[in-house]
Every structure is written in C-alpha cells, then in structure tokens.
C-alpha cells in the first residue's frame, strides 16, 4: 500500500491473555497491508488485563473498521484510538 494516503495512528488494546495475541493483531493490519511501525505490552492495575499499544499507518477513514476488526479476536476486552489510558481502562472494567 502507498502510505501517502495513510497517517500514522495508535491505538490501544486491553486484553486479557498475550498468548498468540499479537500475532493476530499483526495479521489485522497485514491483510489489508497496513504496515505497523510499533506495538508494546504494558501491565495495567488490573493483573488480568495487558495493554498493547499498536502504531501503524493506514488512512483515518479506516479506523472504525480496524478497531471492529481487533474487537473480534476473542481475547480482546477492548480497543480503543490511543488517548487517555485511565479513560479507557475505567470504560474496560466498566464495558
């Protein structure tokens, strides 16, 4: 894909196992040839729950139908555009 359509985005994604995990989310952005230029796992307060945090580029217009595309791996709580990680942790316990 030409990235001269696509803007760098970062989203946030709550799960609860890490297991096989960050294959699959890879696999979301490469069959539709996004390329992802960073990804992290953090621990959250919740010991339950990891927080993996993925940059990739790929056109704006685009971001709902990834965060759909992610919410269906089954170990996923919650996916969200990165903004504030206190928000979105209190919308996972509470979701």
Not at 28 to 51: A, H, I, P, W
């Amino acid at each position: 894909m030409e990235n001269g359509l696509a803007d760098s985005s970062r989203i946030s994604v709550y799960v609860s196992d890490t297991n096989n995990v960050l294959g699959r989310l890879l696999q979301v952005f490469g069959k539709s040839r996004f390329e992802v230029t960073y990804m992290q796992v953090f621990k959250t307060e919740d010991e339950n729950l990891k927080l993996i945090i993925v940059e990739a580029f790929f056109p704006k217009e685009m971001m709902g139908l990834i965060l759909e595309r992610i919410e269906k791996i089954i170990e996923v709580h919650r996916a969200f555009p990165h903004q504030d990680e206190a928000a979105n942790l209190a919308a996972v316990r509470n979701g």
